[in-house]
T-cell receptor, first 111, second 111 residues
Framework: QKEVEQNSGPLSVPEGAIASLNCTYS??????FFWYRQYSGKSPELIMS????GDKEDGRFTAQLNKASQYVSLLIRDSQPSDSATYLCAGSSGGSYIPTFGRGTSLIVHP | DVKVTQSSRYLVKRTGEKVFLECVQDMDHENMFWYRQDPGLGLRLIYFSYDVKMKEKGDIPEGYSVSREKKERFSLILESASTNQTSMYLC??????????FGEGSWLTVV
């Protein structure tokens, strides 16, 4: 059974701080990883994808992948109240088009 | 931009009614999915399709069926709606092994 695990939270951080969201996965064959943001009552929207070990930066967001430890993280720098949402981690293996989603981590950024 | 359109956003149906949820994508993606999302349970895969007229059961197919007569359209059918099918339904599509794109969601209430 492929699993993607996330702490459900809520993770509460003050405005301007770095928010760190973590995700572990069980399938060693997973090659592609995705972070989605989902506001309450809305559908998930893609923030970042990462395929290689290391860091990938896009504006205030940095995704980190460590395949040896089967660990993916998302850092949000200079967190804003508008970042308050649920963040979903997903992984998919090379031969499969079916991603496995975690249950999401709720992030609250307070002023 | 990829667009996945769910034509019915908010529906209220009576127990026992037949319900159709339609989804159309405009990017010629091979793969399409139907999920439902409930608080605390995350995204659960109902059915997916990797080609026209092809379908596979996901994790929770009971009480649902699907139809894919054209590549761009994937329909979810509730043959006899029940109150425990009250949920948010998300359609998604993806080219193989790549980012999954979600529609805006359909909120179904069965009374």
């Amino acid at each position: 059974q492929k699993e993607v695990e996330q702490n459900s939270g809520p993770l509460s951080v003050p405005e301007g701080a770095i928010a760190s969201l973590n995700c572990t996965y069980s399938d060693r064959g997973s090659q592609s990883f995705f972070w989605y943001r989902q506001y309450s009552g809305k559908s998930p929207e893609l923030i970042m994808s990462i395929y290689s070990n290391g860091d990938k930066e896009d504006g205030r967001f940095t995704a980190q992948l460590n395949k040896a430890s089967q660990y993916v993280s998302l850092l949000i720098r200079d967190s804003q109240p508008s970042d308050s949402a649920t963040y979903l981690c997903a992984g998919s293996s090379g031969g499969s088009y079916i991603p496995t989603f975690g249950r999401g981590t709720s992030l609250i950024v307070h002023p | 931009d990829v667009k996945v359109t769910q034509s019915s956003r908010y529906l209220v149906k009576r127990t026992g009614e037949k319900v159709f949820l339609e989804c159309v994508q405009d990017m010629d993606h091979e793969n399409m999915f139907w999920y439902r999302q409930d608080p605390g349970l995350g995204l659960r895969l109902i059915y997916f399709s990797y080609d026209v007229k092809m379908k596979e059961k996901g994790d929770i197919p009971e009480g649902y069926s699907v139809s894919r007569e054209k590549k761009e359209r994937f329909s979810l059918i509730l043959e006899s709606a029940s109150t425990n099918q009250t949920s948010m339904y998300l359609c998604a599509s993806t080219p193989t092994g790549n980012t999954i794109y979600f529609g805006e969601g359909s909120w179904l209430t069965v009374v």
